[in-house]
């Protein structure tokens, strides 16, 4: 019986058995509660329909739930949690499994008698279970293949962006701070000009006068074009990669690994 439901909750790989329908429901039931999330949040359809919201959700969380147990259950037949206790410990710290209980958590916290306030701000995990859809999708495990491959460059291409809002940030207030004592009061206050001309988003309500000021901000400007094409260019390297060696890998023999001609 174990084996069976772990079959049945694994990603089908073939259309028509249980499995397949498992995963059917399931995303067609995380779709509906996005939708369910987005029109409850519209006043009068809350207050007109709020009783069937509210069953939605219930019936929701207990498959969900059902769903979570039972992926704990089975968990220890997959050879890296294969220890009975350990390994559904791993299991449960694993990113699909903690979005898994981020699902579902907002609707069993008020019986824990957490704080009301607290309540509603947690609410929005709710909309964690969009990424349950996450283990269907192999374009996410394509992005989550490509995001290990290309980390450390992409953690050099945050940290330069860091250096230089810090640097770009403290210039300006050096600058502009006898001009616009009120805009420009601290470097903690000019980052916020910071981050707006480095994106290029440029909101206005925060903007050089002074001659070497806006000289500055034009310079920042311009580099900020290339720096966040740069993060771009990686992402977009990462993936040209990943596809062309799944390409390769399925024109080789599966017996031998050797390149079939074509």
Not at 58 to 68: A, C, D, G, L, R
Not at 81 to 106: C, E, N, T, Y
Request: positive net charge; contains cysteine.
């Amino acid at each position: 019986m174990k084996r069976k439901i772990y079959k049945i909750l694994a990603i089908s790989k073939q259309s028509g058995d249980p499995s397949w329908y498992f995963d059917i429901f399931i995303i067609s039931l995380i779709f509906l509660n996005i939708v369910a999330i987005i029109l409850e949040s519209v006043a009068p359809l809350k207050h007109k329909y709020q009783e069937q919201f509210f069953l939605f959700e219930v019936f929701s969380v207990v498959i969900f739930t059902v769903e979570y147990l039972l992926r704990l259950w089975t968990a220890n037949l997959e050879p890296k949690f294969s220890q009975p206790i350990v390994g559904r410990i791993k299991f449960a710290f694993s990113p699909l499994a903690m979005i898994d209980l981020l699902a579902i958590l907002p609707f069993f916290l008020p019986f824990l008698g957490v704080d009301l306030r607290l309540l509603r701000m947690l609410r929005m995990f709710r909309i964690f279970r969009l990424f349950k859809i996450a283990r269907y999708l192999k374009a996410l495990k394509l992005m989550k293949r490509v995001l290990d491959k290309k980390k450390e460059e992409l953690m050099i291409s945050l940290i330069f962006t860091i250096f230089l809002l810090l640097m770009a940030s403290t210039l300006m207030y050096y600058i502009e701070n006898e001009a616009q004592p009120e805009n420009f009061s601290s470097i903690p206050e000019t980052m916020w000009w910071g981050i707006a001309t480095l994106t290029t988003v440029g909101y206005g309500d925060i903007y050089p006068i002074t001659g070497y000021g806006q000289f500055l901000g034009g310079v920042i400007a311009i580099i900020g074009i290339g720096l966040f094409a740069l993060p771009t260019g990686i992402l977009a390297a990462g993936f040209s990669e990943e596809i062309s060696s799944g390409e390769r890998k399925a024109e080789s023999c599966p017996t031998c690994a050797q390149q079939l001609k074509k």
